[in-house]
């Protein structure tokens, strides 16, 4: 008898964190790595979040709560939303998990039957076809491009959804492209959706905070009120407040998604952890000043990554809107060979030889669902990212 599940089988596992503790296995075995796969900022969790954590298991904020969040953090996220987004929701709109992942998760393995499809755009986050995959469903691949700034264009979207669209992903700045859409980019992507009134749109806004060069940032059920009765709006603080490690992710929705949500968590996770939830009421009812501050240091940083990257022989690189990736083309290094005399045959290729023969960790376009690119985060300090840019720029300038 087979072991594994045939839903599990259907899954591939994550690139991002498989090369990530990949690169943590090399580092413990003593050699030299820069992770640049895995996106988390490096900065700390501000110090009032992590004194309200402190705050919370002296009161004894240790047992069990609601599952979907304790009411306190609800009225946080529903401020929130009323707030940054201008969505007219309640703490009853609102729901909480462990982790953006798992909002995602619970929202597509409660709604999606076989056969479904959920239209997913290009370049994707590597979970989102693997989830749907997972709930017995089809993605369904809605391609763009470093032509089209890798944004889906209304002709994409709407050759993408068929008559067993369930859901269509949005995700803005998008990982792994830093591609940030504008409130008109939404609008054109809107208009196509008010004409399927049975899609319902997932959209994943972790990265909400991390615009760059004095964007606003606009997510598609605020300039398109017609579509919040079926989009559900995801966001959380692990990109915002450095709180990857917390596992806090939150979502505003159809309140019978919301609760369908609810009966599915509460046979999993039962509820996100009460300590991190209370740290988060604080990350999101407390100050935020120091946002402007680490937006300015990531700018920065971008900046840098992006000029360096385009220095490199045989690399080319769009300037990201948004979030803390760089999707470089890596197109003319292919079918070449590297100094150390592997055949790079394609961007994973580039990838593996750039971690085995130089030391950086990045991941590779195809795991992104765009083959000859690859991600680099620049989530990391100045000092390790001027590091990587040596050894990129001295692994490409070796490439015959
Ligand atoms: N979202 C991050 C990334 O893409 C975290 C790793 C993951 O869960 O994929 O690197």
Not at 38 to 46: I, K, L, R
Not at 66 to 82: C, Q, S, T, Y
Not at 157 to 162: C, G, K, R, T
Not at 252 to 267: D, H, N, S, V, W
Request: with cysteine; hydrophobic share 45%.
């Amino acid at each position: 008898m087979q072991l594994l599940s045939d839903a599990l089988l259907r899954v591939q596992p994550s690139a991002t964190v498989g090369i990530s503790q990949l690169a943590r296995q090399m580092a413990q075995a003593g050699t030299d790595v820069i992770a640049l796969s895995a996106g988390e900022p490096d900065f700390d969790t501000p110090e009032h979040v992590r004194a309200a954590a402190v705050a919370a298991i002296g009161a004894g904020k240790t047992r069990y709560t609601n599952v979907d969040g304790i009411v306190e953090l609800k009225r946080a996220v529903a401020a929130k939303f009323r707030r940054d987004n201008g969505l007219d929701v309640t703490e009853d709109d609102c729901f909480v998990a462990a982790g953006g992942k798992q909002i995602i998760f619970n929202a597509l393995l409660a709604t999606l039957n076989p056969g479904d499809e959920v239209v997913v755009p290009v370049p994707y986050w590597v979970s989102y076809p693997e989830i749907v995959r997972l709930a017995g469903a089809e993605p369904v691949f809605a391609q763009a491009s470093q032509e089209t700034g890798f944004k889906l264009t209304p002709e994409a979207l709407e050759a993408a959804i068929s008559e067993r669209t369930k859901w269509v992903m949005l995700n803005t700045p998008s990982n792994p492209s830093g591609a940030a859409y504008s409130a008109d980019e939404l609008r054109g992507l809107a208009a196509v959706l008010m004409r399927y009134p049975n899609v319902h749109i997932l959209t994943d806004d972790i990265y909400e905070v991390l615009v760059y060069d004095g964007r606003e940032f606009a997510t598609i059920a605020q300039v398109e009120p017609g579509l919040a009765g079926r989009t559900l709006t995801m966001n959380g603080v692990s990109k915002s407040h450095a709180m990857t490690g917390w596992r806090i992710g939150y979502c505003t929705g159809p309140r019978e998604i919301l609760k369908a949500m609810t009966k599915l968590q509460g046979q999993s996770t039962t509820n996100a952890c009460s300590i991190s939830q209370w740290a988060a009421v604080e990350a999101l009812n407390g100050p935020q000043g120091f946002l402007t501050g680490w937006r300015e240091v990531f700018q920065e940083r971008r900046d840098m990554v992006v000029a360096r990257l385009r220095a490199c022989e045989g690399l080319d690189c769009l300037v990201p809107e948004g979030a803390f990736y760089a999707f470089p083309s890596c197109k003319a290094l292919i079918g070449k060979t590297s100094a150390g005399g592997r055949a790079l045959a394609t961007d994973e290729d580039v990838v593996m030889a750039l971690l085995e023969e130089n030391g950086v960790a990045l991941v590779h376009g195809s795991a992104f669902g765009l083959a000859g690119h690859f991600r680099i985060s620049y989530a990391a300090s100045d000092a390790e990212l001027i590091a990587a840019m040596d050894r990129i720029e001295a692994f490409c300038a070796g490439v015959r």
